[in-house]
């Protein structure tokens, strides 16, 4: 996310920003995603996602196995008995599945991908590309 955007929309209250995952990648794009919303649940999912963004060199090359996301979570100062629990557990594997089955009945194909009022913008865009389409949004919303 564009740290532009962050600050003059998401910081200042004016846009919710809800962030979905779209783990299409094999399993380990599933158990980063499943990863995250354990940090989520111990209030770091922002940090946990920086970290796997940083760590990441390939798809399915073994940087994001159970044991490494696991470790990540250790290193974020995370509890680790209830992060290992969570990273385990089905239903956390559930909640990210649904968000994925979403992404495809949208016609999501990639990532990053955005909705802005259900508006699709794809790909990594400049800051402007954004703004027009959030100050359109945010002007229909009066």
Known sequence: MRPEILEQYVDTGKVQLVFKHFAFLGPESQWAAVASECAADQGKFWEYHNKLYNTQNGENQNAFSKENLIAFGEELGLDATAFAAC????ATLARVQGD????QQLGVRGTPNFFINGRPLSGALPFEQFQQV???ALAEAQ
Request: hydrophobic share 20%; no cysteine.
């Open 100 to 103: 994925t089955e979403e992404g």
């Open 87 to 90: 990273v385990n557990e089905e």
């Open 134 to 136: 959030i100050e359109q």
